[in-house]
């Protein structure tokens, strides 16, 4: 059973555009919501994270939006550019358990 | 700074054969984590120690794999008579206790032929 389901599969965005991706969760013990960001061959990094008292958090051109009671959230990426070609993973998690999404492979084309 | 240190990076091996992976975690951190991660899914939770104790382990962890990590260090992750499988990336990851944050290796590439 997926935790948490993402969506899209993939997404192709024009340079200065936004890429918006998509997360749903139905485990409303979950407490905090990082989002990662995986280049081919490497390891997850973290790139933003949210917790469910906060309705949105920005950081730099990366935001969160966070609907608690939709048990939703996504990430917003402004001004793409062609570095930020990468996949991208939701995750939630309580206590020590991570759940992440299946991911969204972001192509940003120049 | 190091970060979350593994390796092999990658190892090729014949279905049958044993094979063991090496996570170093950062330094400070006392849990640290096994994930398993396949072409187009998110990483899956494998297995998790706190210090030197295993706390958890997924049902995903058959009895083929096994992980240690003996003196609360660097931790690492056997999987014993390969399957093809098992062919994945093994991402470690460490963390420090009551923090939320998990920082990932850049994993262990296996494939079984």
């Known amino acids: 059973q997926q935790q948490v389901k993402q969506s899209p599969q993939s997404l192709i965005v024009q340079k200065g555009g936004i890429s918006i991706i998509n997360c749903a969760y139905e485990?409303?013990?979950?407490?905090?919501f990082p989002w990662y960001q995986q280049f081919p061959g490497k390891g997850p990094a973290l790139l933003i994270a949210?917790?469910?008292?906060?309705s949105e958090k920005k950081e730099g051109r990366f935001t969160i939006s966070f609907n608690k009671s939709a048990k939703q959230f996504s990430l917003h990426i402004m001004d793409s550019q062609p570095g930020d070609s990468a996949t991208y993973f939701c995750?939630?998690?309580?206590?020590?358990?991570?759940?992440f999404g299946t991911g969204t492979s972001l192509t940003v084309i120049p | 700074d190091t970060g979350v240190s593994q390796n092999p990076r990658h190892k090729i091996t014949k279905r049958g054969q044993n094979v063991t992976f090496r996570c170093d975690p950062i330094s400070e951190h006392n849990r640290l984590y096994w994930y398993r991660q396949t072409l187009g899914q998110g990483p899956e939770f494998l297995t998790y120690f706190q210090n030197e104790a295993q706390l958890e382990k997924s049902r995903l962890l058959s009895d083929r794999f096994s992980a240690e990590r003996p003196k609360g260090s660097f931790s690492t992750l056997e999987i014993q008579r390969t399957e093809q499988g098992d062919s994945a990336m093994y991402l470690c990851?460490?963390?420090?206790?009551?923090?939320?944050?998990?920082?990932f290796g850049e994993g262990s590439w296996l494939t079984v032929v």
């Open positions: 995750a939630a998690t309580f206590g020590n358990q991570f759940y």
């Open positions: 990851a460490s963390s420090l206790s009551g923090r939320n944050t998990i920082y």
């Open positions: 485990n409303t013990a979950f407490d905090y």
């Open positions: 949210i917790r469910p008292d906060v």
